[in-house]
């Protein structure tokens, strides 16, 4: 992740957080398992079969599908393709740059591409038009406009908004749903000392140690799990961030993706 | 995940399709200083997969604004031959094998003492000559080996393994078909001595219960492997001072 805009997170600001944090608060105020305020506007873009506003604090990201017709892959005939891309655009931050995706989008779009891959939320199945043909492409493309940490979160809750409203459609076909179900909620972590903070801000996210994400599905299963950062995790901390994610992506199921 | 098949991967004793049970490790061997050239090397045999790992440095970042003034950065390169899998692989980085190396970079910086070597990067060059499941996790153990070889100075060793669901069944070291026909893959690794987890991933669907199995069969798995390493490089050191006499 880039450092701030100077390019150095200020000592001030560092001691301030970790002092904060002696006393259970965060830099903001929040507790540690607590979530930015999110707003999420669906079908925010008419000219995309599905899309998605989101706001996670101050980090906001779009989120659009497109779908199209292609060629499977010669190992999955009988299914349709789903890819999943993140642009982090220069506007987003002072130090991203334009040009080909780096490390950063390549596991952050990687990461929230996993989550929805593995809990089977769009029926690749149904996306058939001719097997070994002919089947549907679902592009998700999500770019994030303004960054104040957590991408992989708020990229994942703009990629399901937008999945849930997206509609297949083209000429001379019928229209219909993009067949979606049982999504995944991540829950993104960082480990400052000894404790771990869900939903990073920029600032967490710099001076934090160890970073991981627990993407988890309603029945209480884990579907797609990262580390990140240098540090290290203990096996406690590890299982502890798997109940954390199970409590608060439920929490968060129920109010947003509903 | 989850590609559908025909493939019974467990038989009617609970075997696995190469006679494994669920808590045996493919054969490892690892061989260090392979290469003439780099700093430091090593060759790692695990099941099919065969890797070689290089070491660099460390020497001046390059470019300069990489430069970190506290601390060395390691820059691993996980890359696979055209010819390591069945169907030829494109040569240079894509997305999969950028994130790979990435997760691998990350991992290593825990183990190596990177704050001795300011502005320097340490190059670790990961070469996927055959490929067999679980290369990101056999890479990784080879270059803590191949660092080691190097003589760059580490706190720790860096292990690592795999555990996955097959069947419905929680076992170690996922082979390629479990690993195509799966339920679940969780490649891990740890600091050796401290047991500290500095990498991991997932993917498929496991329960609590499940992931709480898989973690205990990969740190007993750990510590056979980490044996393994440190007969690696005793063998090398060993054999050098007989032939200095």
Known sequence: ?258 | MGTESNIKLLDENGLRLDGRNEMELRPIKIETNVLERADGSAFIEWGGNKIIVSVYGPREAYPKHTQDIDKAVIKARYNMAAFSVDERKRPGPDRRSVEISKVISEALSSAVMVEQFPRTQVDVFIEVIQADAGTRIAGLTAASVALAAAGIPMRDMVVGCTAGKIEGKIVLDLSKEEDNFGQADLPMAVLSRSGEVVLVQMDGDLSVEEFNQATDMILDATKRIAQIQRDALVARYSVETQGGE
Request: hydrophobic letters at 40%; a negative charge; charged letters at 30%.
């Open chain 1, 1 to 258: 992740m880039p450092k701030d805009a100077s390019g150095i997170l200020s000592e001030i600001k560092k001691g301030y957080i970790i002092n904060q944090l002696k006393s259970g608060k965060r830099g903001d105020g929040r507790s540690p398992e607590e979530f930015r305020k999110i707003t999420i506007i669906p079908d925010y873009v008419k000219r995309a079969q599905g899309s998605a506003y989101v706001m996670l604090g101050d980090t906001k990201v779009i989120a659009g599908i497109k779908i199209e017709q292609g060629e499977p892959f010669p190992d999955t005939p009988n299914q349709g393709v789903l890819t999943t891309n993140v642009e982090m655009l220069p506007m987003a931050f002072p130090t991203f740059e334009p040009g080909p995706p780096n490390e950063d989008t390549i596991e952050i779009a990687r990461v929230v591409d996993r989550g929805i891959r593995e809990a089977k939320t769009v029926d690749l199945k149904k996306l058939v038009i001719e097997p070994g043909k002919k089947v549907w492409i679902v592009f998700i493309d999500i770019d994030v406009i303004d960054f104040d940490g957590n991408l992989i979160d708020a990229c994942t809750l703009g990629a399901l908004t937008a999945l849930k409203t997206a509609v297949v459609k083209a000429e001379g076909m019928d229209e219909f749903k993009l067949p979606v179900d049982n999504l995944p909620i991540s829950v993104t972590m960082v480990k400052i000392g000894n404790t771990l903070l869900c939903d990073p801000s920029v600032e967490e996210e710099q001076m934090a140690e160890a970073r991981i994400t627990v993407s988890t599905t309603e029945d209480g299963h884990i579907r797609a799990m990262q580390k990140g950062k240098v540090g290290s995790l203990s096996i406690d901390e590890i299982k502890n961030a798997i109940s954390i994610s199970l409590k608060v992506g439920s929490a968060l199921r129920e109010t947003y993706i509903r």
